[in-house]
Nanobody, 115 residues
Framework: QVQLVESGGGLVQPGGSLRLSCAAS????????MGWYRQAPGERELVARI??????VYADSVKDRFSISRDNAKNTVSLQMNNLKPEDTGVYYC??????????WGQGAQVTVSS
């Protein structure tokens, strides 16, 4: 059974910080690219992604504010979100991908940035 379980979402004021975590099970974690996606109308948009070798990619809107990291020993991936803005609000989904082979999703974590 493959499971991706997110935690760490919640309500934060603009300028604040949150840290999302995703715990994976049922996969050979170190071989997967891991990512965080935010739900938009009709699709999920990439927020950040980290490959099995540690290469990272960020959406332009979050670059220099968010940081993705992974701990292969713990089978977890995290998204540190700093200087949060109202436009960061949304449901964030953890993704595990073995390109062209497998693609798994977590249940989503709500992040609300509001004063």
């Amino acid at each position: 059974q493959v499971q991706l379980v997110e935690s760490g979402g919640g309500l934060v004021q603009p300028g604040g910080s949150l840290r999302l975590s995703c715990a994976a099970s049922g996969i050979t974690f170190s071989r997967y690219a891991m990512g965080w996606y935010r739900q938009a109308p009709g699709e999920r948009e990439l927020v950040a992604r980290i490959t099995s070798s540690g290469t990272t990619v960020y959406a332009d809107s979050v670059k220099d504010r968010f940081s993705i990291s992974r701990d292969n020993a713990k089978n977890t991936v995290s998204l540190q979100m700093n200087n949060l803005k109202p436009e960061d609000t949304g449901v964030y989904y953890c993704n595990a991908q073995w390109p062209s082979i497998h693609d798994y999703w977590g249940q989503g974590a709500q992040v609300t940035v509001s004063s």
